[in-house]
């Protein structure tokens, strides 16, 4: 099943045509986006994706998304939805048509969860650490490299997944020029060690991930501590949990990294989806 709503609130085929083929996001990747989880028709962590949409467009320089509409779209996505638990919805925002001046494009559409994603939440995955080809330091004086924002531009994410595929694993793990981890290609790291939850800084140029907060909110208050702050890509190893964290995954185990067995973190992984899931 899918749902497929424009930016004014009507409702589409999704199997129809609708993007020029001179739009901007689709010859570009000129856009941004979001993909929000929705559990029993309640969405989650609405309120920061959209702020992350805001900022996205920002750093982009489109025009200022109405993010209330936006807010208005998820409502009618999950409105028209017909099947109970768990589904996505995607948000699009594109500058647009590069000619006649149509202004900018956007659409939700609502995606049903693939059975892969939901059963690795219980099995753990394996992951691969991978060069991003950038150090961390660049961030604050290359804004023009767009480094910490969610666009369109993928297709190095998609690859690195693809590698990974031939690999014979499921995740990668990207880590800076320097040393420190950054992000997964669309997921956010955390590790655990001694009571402490730790994920890398958006200065790093990694997103601030939506899910990841919901975790460290729950946790602080059972007692948690919780830093955002460089990790090393040697203290992955070592610490007592692996994960990766995002709206589709929620908080999904590392039980292998780089082909080397980590320690058994089932017992925390369980923990740590209980205390997300107790935030809802």
Not at 95 to 106: A, C, Q
Not at 220 to 225: L, N, P, T
């Given at each position: 099943m899918r749902v497929l709503a424009m930016l004014d609130g009507t409702l589409a085929d999704p199997g129809a045509p609708h993007i020029r083929v001179d739009d901007l996001g689709l010859t570009r990747g000129d856009g941004v986006f979001e993909t929000v989880l929705v559990v029993d028709g309640q969405p989650r962590e609405l309120g920061p994706h959209l702020a992350r949409l805001g900022r996205s467009a920002a750093m982009l320089e489109l025009p200022a998304p109405d993010l209330a509409a936006w807010e208005r779209l998820v409502g009618v996505v999950i409105g028209a939805w017909t099947e109970p638990g768990e589904m996505a919805v995607k948000l699009v925002y594109t500058?647009?048509?590069?000619?006649?001046?149509?202004?900018?494009?956007?659409y939700a559409i609502?995606?049903?969860i693939g059975g892969r994603a939901v059963r690795n939440r219980t099995s753990g995955v394996t992951a691969v650490t991978l060069e991003r080809g950038f150090d961390p330091a660049v961030v604050e004086r290359a804004p023009w490299l767009l480094l910490g924002a969610k666009t369109l531009s993928y297709a190095v994410n998609m690859a690195a997944m693809r590698h990974a595929e031939k690999l014979g694993v499921d995740e990668v793990i990207f880590v800076g020029d320097d040393g420190t981890v950054l992000e997964g290609p669309t997921s956010t790291v955390v590790v655990a060690s001694g009571g402490t939850l730790r994920t890398p800084p958006p200065s790093s140029g990694v997103l601030p991930g939506t899910t990841q907060g919901a975790l460290f909110r729950a946790?602080?208050?059972?007692?948690?501590?919780?830093?955002v702050e460089p990790l090393r890509a040697d203290e992955l190893a070592t610490?007592?949990?692996?994960?990766?964290?995002?709206?589709?995954r929620k908080v999904t185990r590392v039980h292998t990294l780089d082909g080397a067995a980590l320690p058994d973190a089932t017992d925390l992984g369980t923990t740590l989806n209980a205390l997300y899931e107790a935030e809802y």
């Open positions: 500058r647009g048509p590069e000619y006649s001046g149509g202004g900018p494009t956007g609502g995606l049903p946790a602080e208050r059972a007692g948690w501590s919780t830093k610490a007592d949990g692996l994960f990766v964290v995002s709206s589709v």
